[in-house]
């Protein structure tokens, strides 16, 4: 599967649990939605991901990629600590200037 770079860069500081790179992924004024709560700004997606990496352990294997424009949806295997491990989710991104811009994740 043929990822834009950014897109490969989130998925492997994931794996890594790597918040800080993670984080460096988005704009600084990226926008996360997750589990109905909102996560504005890189200083707070950084605190959302370092938490969620220690709750969830999650891992990600993608799935599907499909790109319109700059908004596109990234279907990954996440398997983790939680609940219903694994289950496939869709990570929603709208990309510019080679950074995510937001992201909304949906099961």
Known sequence: MNLPKIVSELVKTQNNFDSVAYANCFSEKAV???????????KEIEHWIADANERYQSIMTPVSYEQNGTESILKADVSGTFPGSPIVLSYHLKI??????????TG
């Open 96 to 105: 510019d200037n080679e950074l995510i811009q937001s992201l909304k994740i």
């Open 32 to 42: 996360v939605f997750d589990e109905g709560k909102t996560h504005n700004g890189r």
